[in-house]
């Protein structure tokens, strides 16, 4: 079986999961916790090289304060899981800004975390104009320059994204590193994460032709 | 009924549709192009106000000649069609290439036919990475300083994205305006398009909930 080099997990559907429990919607945050753990271990397993976790994005942090302060405190939580584990570990986002939480600063350079291994990225306080904003420091177009010039430059090109919570959008996720990424949207919400759907993910890529646009 | 203002259509599957038939690859391109018009009729009728077609990227050029010189020429004949037709046509890609058909070199300042109205936009000789490549030469990064900076900058942004053929993937299409597009796939191969394919994807539209990320 074929299996992608670069993964990207958009872990969405924590508000809507919260409001079907009958719970307010800052709730399902941290239910999201153990679901990134286990597509961790599975990704390790199945040997993939990269996965880069969605984690908020700037637009996010137009929600409700309460909210802003739920899912900042998983994504804090998250990365610390994922930093006992053997992985080399880098958060990306935009650091010059109130809303980047401190306690991750140590992690926005890439670091080895036990025998390190798969690489993993955080996108914490990430903003696809933020991201494109030092584009063009260099003349030449060649794609491996946009890349370089990215703030993301250090997450490579991803070759499945897997969305939960049912919508069928990339929400500015990675522009550049998406731009040929095959798009698989899980219905589940993510705290009713199931390994089955990496499995189907996973199945479902084998059979797509990757052509890059040739 | 909540309606998008701007539809991009990326009419994929020509070539498989062709195998399908016991053709060779190339003979799909031009059965695309009534199924284009048909497009933009329904499109006009329901009040969309623009719409952006993907008719071809560099990367499509690394095909063989005989399918670029076809897929080409599939373009030309379609910027002619619509032409004849009330719109704000304009043609999008880069026009310092061999491989940017001259015929179309008086489409890419935009112009009204007919009547003007719907602005219709076609993606010739495009590719993302020409796109991005004159970002800031501002050093604002304002999301409205990058589209203004793009070389597509004359293309809003895109609500909802529909692609024929079964892939699901963007391919390059407009990164930027695409950001937070709607995506919805449709299995058959373009030239097997029917009207119905874009009432299910607008009703599919109607119920999505538009965050922006908020």
């Known amino acids: 079986m074929r299996i992608p080099n670069h993964i990207g997990i958009i ?17 399902g945050y941290d239910k999201g916790l153990n679901p990134g ?3 961790f271990k599975i990704c390790k397993e ?7 976790y969605y984690g908020f994005t700037v637009d996010n942090t137009k929600r409700p304060s309460v909210q802003t302060k739920a899912f900042t405190k998983a994504c804090i939580d998250a990365v610390n899981m994922l930093s006992k584990e053997d992985a080399s ?28 291994g798969i690489k993993v990225n955080f996108l914490v306080n990430y ?12 003349d030449s177009i060649g794609k491996n320059n946009i890349i370089k010039n990215l703030k993301s430059r250090d997450v490579s090109r991803v070759d499945l994204i897997i969305r939960w919570g049912g919508r069928r959008r990339l929400s500015g996720f990675l522009p550049v590193q998406s731009i040929y990424s095959d798009f698989y949207v899980v219905d ?4 009713d994460f199931k390994a089955q759907h990496i499995y189907d993910a996973l199945s479902w890529y084998d059979k797509q032709d990757i052509t890059l646009g040739g």
Chains 1, 2 share one sequence.
């Open 188 to 191: 589940d919400y993510w705290p």
């Open 11 to 27: 872990p969405d559907g924590n508000r809507r999961w919260a409001l079907k429990q009958g719970m307010s919607k800052e709730k």
């Open 89 to 116: 570990l880098l958060v990306v986002g935009n650091t010059n800004s109130p809303m980047f939480p401190k306690e991750l600063i140590p992690y926005t350079k890439r670091r080895d975390f036990g025998k390190g």
């Open 46 to 52: 199945i040997g993939i090289k990269e996965i880069t």
């Open 127 to 138: 903003g696809w104009n933020w991201d494109l904003g030092s584009l063009n420091q260099n």
């Open 37 to 39: 753990l286990e597509v």
